[in-house]
Each structure stands twice: as structure tokens, then as C-alpha cells.
């Protein structure tokens, strides 16, 4: 069974930083890109990041390029987020999603339970 | 700002059925990219419902579908029943963009 668990999640003051974690199990995970997907409470969904297989490219949305950086680690399997310079308009649901390819795009066909991140002062 | 547009909701009694439209534009669903559908069931993070327009993953009911026709797609479901109750999000790729896009969302209910 694929299951995503993310971690890390918490209350953090504007200008700050925080690191997610997502632990990937029931699947061979060097054999699938990562994304984060995040969702502000009561909002819609909004991709965030995208990593390849083998942590080579990376990708972001505008809304957090330069601050946030998504990394792997195929040893541990496991993703990251690492967030930077935190705002308030960066506090959302954070979700841990698996993509698979139609139409040399991605979809998310597996997603994490979600870790909240609140930044406030 | 969502570039995929839905309706923000829908209704229908039990055993009817319902559509979902999703208005993209050439940049998007009309450039040829896929639709993919997301339900999320209140308090829970999204699952996935349908990919590659029309393709449902092993374990979804085949009262859901899924279709594509110039820069729009719709989701059908029929015989509605009281547990589709959700949140539904379609989702593409923009080439403009260069990102991954969701639709504004549509929340189905059932009267």
C-alpha cells in the first residue's frame, strides 16, 4: 500500500524558516518525481514544487521561487520541502503527492494527509 | 488565480446526475494536455479520481467519468449518492505558465 506521511508542520513567525518531511513507503520510490501541492484553509489547491526521480531538476511555482527548495533523499525515501522567508500568505495545508506521467505531464496519483503550516506573528 | 475555472457548486437529488465543467483555455486543456480529477471529502486531503481525461484508478465507481472537448473538460457523475458529497478540482498543465494548474473548485451536493 502507498502511503505519503508528512511531518514537520508548525507555527512560525513571519520572515522565518521551517522544513517539511514527507516519508514515502509501498512503492519504489527512486522510480517516481515528487510534488507539493499546498492548500490556505477553506481554499482551493495550488501546485507549489515539483523534484525529479533522481533529485536532477527541479521546478517551482512563482509564488515561492527563490524562498522555498524541495529536496530528496532516494536512501531514506523521503522528501523535503525547506522553507524560507515565510509569509503570511504561505500558510496553508502542505501536501506530499506522487506523480505519474499522461501526456509527458504530470498527475498526482497518491497524496499525504497534509502538514499545516501557520505563520504568524 | 486559477486559470481552470469551475463552477462553485452543484446539486442533485440521490440517483441523479450531475456535470462538473472545467473551462481552460490554449495555453492548457486546449494545448492538449490531459484533465485529471480530484475529489476531497471533507477533512481529508484530495484523492485521486480520474486521470488522463478519462481514466479511473483500481477502486473508483464507474458512476464517474470524465471527458474533454476543445479548452474544457466536464466530470459526470451519475447516481448520485449521498457519500459523493465533496469537493471536486480538476486539474492540467499550463505551457504559458509552466506550472501544474487546478481548477477553483466545485463542492457537490446532495439534496
Known amino acids: 500500500e502507498v502511503q505519503l506521511v508528512e511531518s514537520g508542520g508548525a507555527v512560525v513567525q513571519p520572515g522565518g524558516s521551517l522544513r517539511l518531511s514527507c516519508a514515502a513507503s509501498?512503492?519504489?520510490?527512486?522510480?517516481?518525481?515528487m510534488h507539493w501541492v499546498r492548500q490556505a484553509p477553506g481554499k482551493g489547491l495550488e501546485w507549489v514544487s515539483l523534484?525529479?526521480?533522481?533529485?536532477?531538476?527541479?521546478y517551482y511555482a512563482d509564488s515561492v521561487k527563490g524562498r522555498f527548495t524541495i529536496s530528496r533523499d532516494n536512501s531514506k525515501n523521503s522528501l523535503y520541502l525547506q522553507m524560507n522567508s515565510l509569509r503570511a500568505e504561505d500558510t496553508a495545508f502542505y501536501y506530499c503527492?506522487?506523480?505519474?506521467?499522461?501526456?509527458?505531464?504530470?498527475?498526482?496519483?497518491?497524496w499525504g494527509q497534509g502538514a499545516l503550516v501557520t505563520v504568524s506573528s | 488565480q486559477s486559470v481552470l475555472t469551475q463552477p462553485p457548486s452543484v446539486s442533485g437529488a440521490p440517483g441523479q446526475r450531475v456535470i462538473i465543467s472545467c473551462t481552460g483555455s490554449?495555453?492548457?486543456?486546449?494545448?492538449?494536455?490531459?484533465v485529471h480529477w480530484y475529489q476531497q471529502l471533507p477533512g481529508t486531503a484530495p484523492k485521486l479520481l480520474i486521470y488522463?481525461?478519462?481514466y479511473r484508478p483500481s477502486g473508483v465507481p464507474d458512476r464517474f467519468s470524465g471527458s474533454k472537448s476543445g479548452t474544457s473538460a466536464s466530470l459526470a457523475i451519475t447516481g448520485l449518492q449521498a457519500e459523493d458529497e465533496a469537493d471536486y478540482y480538476c486539474?492540467?498543465?499550463?505551457?504559458?505558465?509552466?506550472?501544474?494548474?487546478f481548477g477553483t473548485g466545485t463542492r457537490v451536493t446532495v439534496l
Open positions: 509501498g512503492f519504489t520510490f527512486d522510480d517516481y518525481a
Open positions: 490554449r495555453s492548457n486543456i486546449g494545448a492538449g494536455y490531459d
Open positions: 503527492t506522487r506523480g505519474s506521467i499522461a501526456t509527458a505531464r504530470y498527475y498526482f496519483d497518491y
Open positions: 486539474q492540467s498543465y499550463d505551457s504559458s505558465l509552466s506550472v501544474y494548474v
Open positions: 523534484i525529479t526521480w533522481d533529485g536532477s531538476t527541479t
Open positions: 488522463g481525461t478519462g
